[in-house]
């Protein structure tokens, strides 16, 4: 005797699978909770660790400058005072466009974040950016 699934069988199965699809493509990031980027001294690796983005007067206080090749976003929130996030939206992913006002913003969809902490401060997203590594050494910024 054969057994057939159950169509209830088959939606459970479907669910799971797309709840798992759905977690994957929502996550993809390390945020280990904090809620700033730190900074940390590290050597160069093959990943890109290392690289330098940025001298620090490249970065206006107040502001920030997004490197779109390396999808980071550095702001200087107070004088001397250097930060790190991701710079992909967690609302769908999209590339941030600018940094302006206090925020880093995502033009697909209108996401503001805090360029102290990465919080939302405009929705529709509704997690922070992830905190990126970098290294401040005396005038220079790197990638950790």
Partial sequence: ?????TRRTI?????ATGATALVAACGGSDDSGGDS?????????EDGAGDKLADTADIPVGGGTIFKDQKVVVTQPEQG???AFSAICTHQQCLVG???????NCPC???KFKITDGA????????PLPAQNIVVDGNSISLA
Avoid: E, Y
């Fill in 98 to 104: 600018s940094v302006s006002d206090g925020t880093i």
């Fill in 109 to 111: 969809h209108g996401s």
């Fill in 120 to 127: 939302v401060a405009n929705p529709p997203a509704t997690r």
């Fill in 81 to 83: 005072q250097f930060k």
């Fill in 1 to 5: 005797m054969t057994h057939r699934p």
């Fill in 37 to 45: 980027a730190s900074t940390t001294t590290t050597a160069t690796g």
């Fill in 11 to 15: 939606l459970i199965a479907s669910g």
